[in-house]
């Protein structure tokens, strides 16, 4: 059975920062890609960064979060991280970790989301 468990979330001030983890299980974590999407009220869910499967090399990110956040991924641990500094109120939403596979076929898993708000 396939899980993904995101962790990390919370309420953080303007210009705060916030680590996100996601553990996964039931999966062999190397495999696959990993991102981190986000889906605020009213929005549709977007993708924020992507790790490659392998050890992450040319993880890529959105505009809106390059240079604030960065996405690791620690495959002894089976976990993806996202460290998000300088956080803004309009990254307030809920966070979703994803893991896709590709090969003969695709893949592809959701975890249940964390909320992280942004708000003084």
């Known amino acids: 059975q396939v899980q993904l468990v995101e962790s990390g979330g919370g309420l953080v001030q303007p210009g705060g920062s916030l680590r996100l983890s996601c553990a996964a299980s039931?999966?062999?974590?190397?495999?696959?890609?990993m991102a981190w999407y986000r889906q605020a009220p009213g929005k549709d869910r977007e993708l924020v960064a992507r790790?490659?499967?392998?050890?992450?090399?040319?993880?890529n990110y959105e505009t809106f979060v390059k240079g604030r956040f960065t996405m690791s991924r620690d495959n002894a641990k089976n976990t993806v991280y996202l460290q998000m500094n300088s956080l803004k109120p309009e990254d307030t939403a809920v966070y979703y970790c994803?893991?896709?596979?590709?090969?003969?076929?695709?893949?592809?898993?959701w975890g249940q989301g964390t909320q992280v708000t942004v708000s003084s």
């Open positions: 994803n893991a896709v596979y590709r090969y003969h076929g695709t893949l592809n898993y």
């Open positions: 039931g999966i062999i974590f190397s495999t696959y890609t």
């Open positions: 790790s490659p499967w392998g050890d992450g090399t040319g993880t």
